[in-house]
């Protein structure tokens, strides 16, 4: 292993842990590549450990990304190990440019979803792909501790990072926006407000689900809004916040359609 690869490797490292990149997404699960493969993503960098490499998949992606990568480097397993956090990752890790967007490109925009103050990478991942299916034209990321660019939330979201389109900003820059365009805003709240399937999710909306611990950031109740909630039977108060926002995200789809 050359010097310049060593480089590299100590570069992509402190990419993966470095919670302010703004600039790659990480992948290494086979799966994701097999994804951007199929639609043709460019990589920057992109690594491979032979050792590892078994199924004509893997193999595949290889060859595609020897081809369509800015740099590509065959590397040791003590090596690729040190660098993926999956214990079944497959022979594979690359970085994929982010390609930044402003908030003001959306105006047009109609199916709008806000995280605010998600901490749980896997939410953050799981609420991704609910909006993928369901055609969400904006994901709004604010006072998030799950980063987007964390390796996690791209495991979670199965590579839907790569299709949605997803601004992180913060509470004033969302709510101007949202204000300024038109959308009647949505609180998701587990106790207060009309049952999710009162609304009628037509025109410009926009679903804002809040933190695992603390909820939706008050400053939203000062602003013009809905509050919808989930009717529960059981002796749980509140549903987890990936599956409560699918379940409203679903219920707004279904009747846009």
């Known amino acids: 292993m050359t010097n310049n690869t060593k480089e590299i490797i100590n570069i992509m490292k402190k990419l993966k842990n470095d919670t302010s990149n703004k600039t790659y997404y990480v992948v290494e699960d086979l799966s994701i590549f097999k994804l951007t493969k199929d639609f043709k993503l460019f990589c920057d960098t992109f690594f491979y450990c032979d050792e590892l ?4 998949e893997a193999k595949e ?46 105006k047009n925009a109609k199916f709008v979803v806000v995280l ?17 299916a ?30 949605n389109n997803i601004i992180e900003t913060d509470f004033k820059s969302a709510n101007d926006f949202l204000t300024s365009n038109g959308f ?50 059981g002796k749980m108060t509140s549903l987890n916040v990936s599956i409560a926002a699918s379940i409203v995200i679903y219920e707004a789809f279904m009747k846009r359609v």
């Open 184 to 233: 009647d805003i949505f609180l998701a709240e587990p106790i207060d407000g009309k049952n999710y399937k009162y609304y009628k999710y037509d025109g410009k909306i926009a679903i804002v689900v809040g933190s695992e611990r603390y909820g939706i950031d008050k400053s939203w109740y000062d602003y013009k809004h809905n509050r919808v909630f989930i009717p529960m039977i």
């Open 53 to 56: 490499i078994y199924s004509d």
């Open 61 to 106: 992606i290889v060859g595609y990304y020897k081809i369509n990568s800015r740099i590509c480097n065959k590397i040791n397993k003590k090596s690729y190990n040190n660098l993926v956090s999956k214990d079944n990752a497959q022979g594979l890790i690359g970085t994929f440019k982010y390609l930044k967007k402003e908030i003001g490109d959306f």
């Open 116 to 132: 605010d103050g998600l901490e749980t990478p896997g939410n953050v991942g799981s609420i991704m792909r609910t909006c993928d």
């Open 134 to 163: 369901c055609g969400v034209d904006l994901i709004l990321v604010i006072n998030t501790r799950a980063r987007i660019f964390n390796p996690k939330v791209m495991q979670a979201s199965r590579g839907m990072q790569f299709f």
